[in-house]
T-cell receptor, first 113, second 114 residues
Framework: AQSVTQPDIHITVSEGASLELRCNYSYGATPYLFWYVQSPGQGLQLLLKYFSGDTLVQGIKGFEAEFKRSQSSFNLRKPSVHWSDAAEYFCAVGAGNNRKLIWGLGTSLAVNP | EPEVTQTPSHQVTQMGQEVILRCVPISNHLYFYWYRQILGQKVEFLVSFYNNEISEKSEIFDDQFSVERPDGSNFTLKIRSTKLEDSAMYFC????????????FGQGTRLTVV
């Protein structure tokens, strides 16, 4: 069955520290992978996506993610976290011809000053 | 920048009442979606809509739910007789095509059934 796992429910980092949020997926075909961010009271904003090609993808706000087929992973990284990055982060895989999204549970990121 | 807009942002309704959640997708997009997120749970796919008909629906999307694109701009989700367990954040999304493009999401409508 198709699924997405985000093993970390909550992560706290210090401002300026590096960040890696983990995402593992289970999908039979070539996955279309996404990271979305949800700030308090806001909608879901696309950070970055992977469809094909270069397995290291760059997104907005200084985020990047690396697709590793052998590990079924699509981890999100940022070299230096800012206080404004505190939010909920969701990994998702696009499935089927309609590309419906199958979501992970999300990782809540807190940033200490 | 084009965006998906949803109204209302928050709706409180009594159990058994009908509710209609409204969405205005991005104007040149062709695929439309509804998702919901019950508090503390995953975002769940409800339904996708293309070419004026449902293209896919989940097990959640039973006879109590319906979607409609009544005119060229709005996309609505109707819940006929709300239950307590329908309380959730409902997100509308649209994409230019079903494949190879990302979905853009609205701000969500928080539905509270009392």
């Amino acid at each position: 069955a198709q699924s997405v796992t985000q093993p970390d429910i909550h992560i706290t980092v210090s401002e300026g520290a590096s960040l890696e949020l983990r995402c593992n997926y289970s999908y039979g075909a070539t996955p279309y992978l996404f990271w979305y961010v949800q700030s308090p009271g806001q909608g879901l904003q696309l950070l970055l996506k992977y469809f094909s090609g270069d397995t290291l993808v760059q997104g907005i706000k200084g985020f990047e993610a690396e697709f590793k087929r052998s590990q079924s992973s699509f981890n999100l990284r940022k070299p230096s976290v800012h206080w404004s990055d505190a939010a909920e982060y969701f990994c998702a895989v696009g499935a089927g011809n309609n590309r419906k999204l199958i979501w992970g549970l999300g990782t809540s990121l807190a940033v200490n000053p | 920048e084009p965006e998906v807009t949803q109204t209302p942002s928050h709706q409180v309704t009594q159990m058994g009442q009908e509710v209609i959640l409204r969405c205005v997708p991005i104007s040149n997009h062709l695929y439309f979606y509804w998702y919901r997120q019950i508090l503390g749970q995953k975002v769940e796919f409800l339904v996708s809509f293309y070419n004026n008909e449902i293209s896919e629906k989940s097990e959640i999307f039973d006879d109590q739910f319906s979607v409609e694109r009544p005119d060229g701009s709005n996309f609505t989700l109707k819940i006929r007789s709300t239950k307590l367990e329908d309380s959730a954040m409902y997100f509308c999304a649209s994409s230019l095509s079903g494949r190879d493009t990302e979905a853009f999401f609205g701000q969500g409508t928080r539905l509270t059934v009392v």
